[in-house]
């Protein structure tokens, strides 16, 4: 069942630019209508089960199948959280964080309790690019030891090794800090301080889909690659570690345009496609990550034009994808590099949860509620 705005609307009992912010954030589905493409249909159980959402407490079956998806918490942790719009690494603030630290210095803080972290150079010849940190991860997989019944301090080896041969794929084989890496492995040595920050404030994000990936795959006794191959995997996505790509796409739009830079944001939501790199649900304002990054740096046109686009019509302020693009367009990095950047970092995240995994104990295996009929 697909509703006319107008119906959406009535049902929710919100203003127009809330219905778009839902539909920004992927709450509710919608696509143009076949009989006027200028406007949009909206999917009739998405608004409804919001409309409930809203209305009163939903049923426990409810809570229980919606968990999965932007739910309650599924797994205890102790190693990132959002609380009241901060984000938070083993209780020490990200942002404050990431005012001086390298990512190596994050890695020493969420894995805990180990020396100081010290890279060194994969053994897997790699050339500085997504297909060759694939490469190097499935590698690895093939060969490391499972992750089940190994010592601290080995699984704390396994975890450098990973790490060393992702960044070696991702910026090509050397040594020093992970960012100055990645800066001249874009021959932009001058972004290395943004990049470093860049990288400290992706380390970690609960769990997001990519992380919980990785700590399924350890959770049946998998080796620590396997499990990274699984979180970058996961990673590419365009709702996830890609959605800086889609920003870039947007900002293109903007460019030399003609037009009102908000009739070309309804444009892009009445072809059924939602705001890239705006608004994020465990931040009901700004995502601090953004605002910290984007503090020290100067928006290009296109990608300011976009921003107050975006506060006019979704009403939505920038989010981390959103800063990505902007760090790439402003230092004139390659398109991949947002990517790239996103994946370095959160292997660090995802090596810490998978060693909190493999400490528990405990398999992940839900449950699925089936819906066909049974015999």
Known sequence: MWLAAEEALRRLGVKPQTLYASVSRGRIKARPDPADPRRSLYNGDDVDRLARRASGRPRAETVAAEAISWGDPVLSTSISTVVNGRLLYRGLDA??????????????????????LTMHRSIVGAAGSLAAAFRALAERAAADPVSLYRPPAALRDDAVGVLSSLADGLAGPGTGMLHERLAVSFARPAAADDIRRALVLLADHELSA?????????STGASLAAGALAGLATLTGPLHGQAASAVIALAEEFEDADTDPAD????????????????????????????????RLSLPPAYAALCAAADSVVGERPNIDFALAALAAIHDLPKSAPMTIFALARCVGWLAH??????????IRPRARYVQAKP
Request: glycine letters at 8%; proline letters at 10%.
């Open 95 to 116: 942002i404050s964080i990431s005012e001086t630290a390298p990512l190596e210095a994050i890695a020493d803080l969420l894995w805990g309790g180990f020396p100081p």
């Open 354 to 363: 998978m060693l909190e995994q493999i400490a528990s104990g405990a398999p």
């Open 210 to 218: 990519s992380t919980f990936a990785a700590r399924i795959a350890v």
């Open 264 to 295: 070309i944001l309804r444009d892009w939501l009445g072809e059924a496609r939602a705001v890239p790199g705006f608004g994020h649900r465990l931040y009901p304002n700004d995502d601090p990550r953004a605002a910290a990054l984007l503090a």
